[in-house]
């Protein structure tokens, strides 16, 4: 249900059907995601903007480097994982630098990926 976008490289922003109930009822959905192929998955929420007609998805903890035109992919699952889809990022919130505030241990980062080697990982 996210996603969609026929032929063109995927620039659109249309479900390609309708948002789950609870999205359409206002309410939030936590999934799991990724925006880099090596990363491990980690926590979100995903709401659906009616006004704007898009999802927005806010990461569980923070993640580094989300940048415009990655792509985000949308799981859900307990005993196996389900891809609802992915789609272009458009905006991102503001960085710690631009809020001011000082950066968290790294263990309150999420890892990029496995080939993430600030985060200690060999």
């Not at 309410?27 to 090596?38: V, Y």
């Not at 580094?64 to 035109?69: F, K, N, S």
């Amino acid at each position: 249900w996210i996603g969609g976008g026929g032929g063109g490289g995927g620039e659109t922003t249309e479900p390609s059907s309708s948002p789950p109930p609870p999205l359409v009822q206002g309410e939030s959905m936590t999934a799991l995601c990724r925006i880099r192929h090596l990363q491990p998955l980690f926590g979100c929420d995903v709401v659906w903007d009616r006004i704007n007609a898009r999802y927005i998805v806010k990461f569980h903890k923070p993640i580094r480097a989300v940048t415009p035109g990655q792509v985000v992919a949308i799981y859900v699952g307990k005993s196996g994982l389900i891809c609802l889809g992915g789609g272009p990022i458009w905006d991102r919130g503001l960085s710690y630098h631009e809020r001011g505030l000082d950066l968290p241990d790294l263990d309150q980062l999420h890892p990029s990926g496995n080939n993430d080697l600030s985060l200690g990982n060999k």
